[in-house]
Every structure is written in C-alpha cells, then in structure tokens.
C-alpha cells in the first residue's frame, strides 16, 4: 500500500503581496481615470455655465442697448414737446403782433393817432401768457377779447394797462370769461364801455 506525504506545506507557500508594485499601478490608473473623468466633467460644466454667462450678458446688453434708445427717444420727445410748446408761444406773439399792425395800418388818418396810442399800450403791456383774438374800437372805447391757459395772469395785465396813457383813468364795465377746449383754455371779453346788447336795451 503505497501513502504519499505531503512535504509542501502551506506555511512554505509565497504569500501574495497586495502591496506589488502591479497592484499599485493599477489603483493608480484607476484613480487617474477617475480624475481624467471628473476633470472632464468640470470641464464641460464650465464650459456650459461660460455658454450660458455669455447668454446672459448678450440678453443684458441688448436690454441696456433698448434702455439707451428709450431714454434717448424720451429726451428727443421732450426736446420736441419744448419747442412745440416754444413754437406756439412764438405763433401766439406773432399773430398779437401781426393783429396790431393790421388794425395801425387799416384805420383811417382822422383815428390813426388813437388807433396807435391803443396799439402801443397793449404791445407795451403785453403778456405772453394772455393773447388777444379781437378788439373793437368805437368812439374812444375799447372791448377786448382774447385767450389765456393761466387765468391768474389777467389781473396783473388788466393792471398793467390802467398805468398805460389810453387806459389810464378808465375802469372796464364788462368783465366776461368762457371755458374753452374743455378747460384749458378760459376766453375773456373785457370792454371799457356797455355792450351794444346792452345799450339797445336801455330806454
């Protein structure tokens, strides 16, 4: 009967070494392809936030580019909304002072003097918040009409005229005022004599 021993035994077998320099390479590949992975990642997450910051700026510029053209087309507007306001005072002293050279230049000799007292008191005194539309002129007595936005103004004028030459001593009997274009403008009708309306009235 034949036995065999055994005479390689397991404390004489080589341990392995879970320090071996094979084993420390591959962790190390492994933990650098992890890194290789994650920095990828960062990369392509900066590089979106980057994609999306410049998105963000473009929308910010072109809001401030609308903001600019707004503020500029305001100032334009309020610019335009001066002058206009400017080119009416213009037109308003323009037809005043055209309105008195017509009625200088188209009265008779035998009135001109009076005619050119009246007109020279009124271009004296003149208001450039209070413009006239019509006057009447009969026997030495005047009736005015005319318009104004600052209805406040017509004392300080009416007392004007009365330290002129021709207003001077004279009171005015008729004192009238209408709202006009929804009130914002107020017409007045001021006369130096009674009106024609009134006169036919009386015995």
């Known amino acids: 009967m034949k036995q065999r021993i055994n005479l390689y035994l397991d404390d004489l077998r080589p341990i392995k070494d879970p320090l071996s320099l094979t084993n420390i390479v591959a962790s190390w590949l492994v933990v650098l392809i ?15 936030t980057k994609k999306t910051l410049t998105h963000i700026k473009q929308k910010v510029d072109q809001q401030n580019a609308s ?10 507007k309020q610019d335009k909304n001066f002058l206009s306001q400017q080119l009416n005072k213009l037109n308003k002293e323009h037809q005043h002072k055209k309105m ?3 009625y200088i230049a188209g009265r008779n ?3 001109k003097t009076s005619y050119a007292d009246v007109m020279s008191d009124l271009a004296e005194y003149h208001h450039n918040d209070i413009w006239l539309t019509e006057f009447q ?8 009409k005319g318009l104004t936005q600052v209805p406040s103004k017509l004392p300080h004028w009416f007392d ?5 030459s021709f207003f001077s001593g004279k009171s005015f009997s008729i004192i009238e005022f209408t709202n006009e274009n929804e009130g914002e403008q107020v017409e ?16």
Not at 67 to 76: G, H, M, P, R, T
Not at 137 to 144: G, K, P, Q, R, Y
Not at 160 to 164: D, E, I, N, T, V
Not at 188 to 203: C, K, Y
């Open 34 to 48: 992890i890194c290789i992975g994650y920095t990828g990642a960062l990369f392509y997450v900066n590089a979106d």
């Open 67 to 76: 903001i600019n053209e707004l503020q500029a087309a305001l100032s334009v």
């Open 100 to 102: 008195v050279f017509e």
């Open 109 to 111: 000799k035998d009135n």
């Open 137 to 144: 002129f009969v026997n030495h007595e005047i009736e005015l």
């Open 160 to 164: 004007g005229l009365k330290r002129s």
């Open 188 to 203: 007045f009708r001021v006369a130096t004599r009674i009106s024609a309306e009134v006169e036919g009235d009386q015995p």
